[in-house]
Each structure stands twice: as structure tokens, then as C-alpha cells.
């Protein structure tokens, strides 16, 4: 399995509209990449320094995360960027398990 540790800018304006998505279950049918992103963006982190959602996503599209970036994420969010491309999904969430909640962190800043 093919796993990347992804960058993105929040469109803040739009994100409690991908929250209703994920919460209403619209994005996990989505084949063949909906049950990976809806996964790694209910884990994701949020880099208080950059600014920045950080998650770890299953993903076998060249270029990385292409239709995933068509169908959700340029939606949601600018400079969406793969850091590395073959990652270990434990240890990558590892990586980030200081880092705090995406959600959370948003829902404290509205």
C-alpha cells in the first residue's frame, strides 16, 4: 500500500461545509478513494506554525491524490501538498500525534 503525508492550506469559509459532508457519509462511496480520504481527514492535524491540515492518506493515483484534489480537496483547500510519497502509515500518524486535532482546533477558532 501506497501512503503520503499531505500539506494543505484550509479554505476556512469552506470547511464546515466538508464537515457536513463527512458527517452526512457523502465522500466515503466516492470510488475508489472515498473509505481512504474520509478516514485520513477525520485523523488529520492541524500545524499550529504553518497554518496547515497535516494527514496521512492511502493513495495509488499518479500523480498523488489527483482525483482526490478534483472531486474534494481543491474544494476545501489551497496548495495541497504531497511532503513524501512512500510513508509508513503508523509512523507517519506517529509523526504527528503531538500536533492537535484538526477539527478541534477549527472549532475553537470560530
Avoid at 1 to 15: F, K, Q, T
Avoid at 25 to 44: D, K, Q, S, V
Amino acid at each position: 500500500m501506497a501512503y503520503r503525508l499531505v500539506r494543505a492550506r484550509p479554505n476556512h469559509d469552506r470547511l464546515p461545509e466538508l464537515r457536513d459532508r463527512l458527517d452526512d457519509g457523502e465522500i466515503e462511496p466516492m470510488e475508489p478513494f472515498g473509505r481512504a480520504l474520509t478516514a485520513a481527514l477525520e485523523r488529520a492535524k492541524f500545524d499550529p506554525e504553518s497554518g496547515e491540515a497535516v494527514w496521512i492518506e492511502e493513495d495509488y493515483c499518479t500523480p498523488p491524490l489527483a482525483m482526490e484534489r478534483e472531486a474534494v480537496l481543491d474544494e476545501y483547500f489551497e496548495d495541497v501538498t504531497v511532503v513524501s510519497e512512500d510513508v509508513d502509515e503508523t509512523a507517519g500518524w506517529k509523526r504527528l500525534e503531538d500536533l492537535p486535532e484538526f477539527w478541534e482546533q477549527l472549532s475553537n477558532v470560530q
